[in-house]
């Protein structure tokens, strides 16, 4: 699990560097950091959705579809996508395809994230402990399980999949979210 002394970039509303700060006083103070984050899909459209570990220093034990973090300070968005999916799912040598910025800001997190799709087949392991569970859903699963009162989703990725739904970009409007 990344530790609370690790650099990372903060950043202003436009996701320009503006700083840096450790991760603890990140989270101590929701500064506004650089983020990733990376849906993973199947080539049938299906996404891989997993349950963070009750470790996590934000939203612990909350379901997610989007493997990803905060920019470690001087890190570029692609290198920190690529580490951060062979960190959390095992996954690596795959295609980035970047889809969107997305600024998300509430009361426990503030960040500018990068956002990327990834298309893959291949097994998916979760070594590091950051995550506990994961599946392939199909999107009209997923959309109707974050249709569910009280279903524990990071809100971030939630705000993610409603703009990529709205906007019509790819399949995702297949979420029903609109």
Sequence with gaps: MPGGDEVVSL??????VVGRATRR???????????????????????????????????????????????????QPAESAERELAEELGITGVVL??????????????????CFEVRYDGAVSHDDGEVVWGDWMPLPELG?????????????????????????????PALGLA
């Excluded at 934000?58 to 001087?74: E, K, N």
Aim: hydrophobic share 35%; with cysteine.
């Design 11 to 16: 950043v202003d509303e436009r996701g320009t």
């Design 25 to 75: 006083r990140v989270r101590r103070d929701n500064l506004r950091h650089a983020a990733t984050a990376v849906l993973v899909r199947r080539l049938d459209g299906a996404i891989y959705v997993h349950r963070r570990s009750p470790a996590k220093d934000w939203c612990p034990s909350c379901h997610d579809a989007a493997a990803g973090g905060l920019l470690l300070d001087g890190e």
């Design 97 to 114: 395809r970047p889809l969107l910025t997305n600024l998300y800001e509430d009361d426990t997190t503030r960040c500018f994230e990068h």
């Design 144 to 172: 109707r399980s974050l249709a569910r009162e009280g279903w524990p989703f990071v809100p971030d990725t939630r705000t993610l999949l409603e703009r990529l739904c709205r906007e019509g970009v790819g399949d995702y």
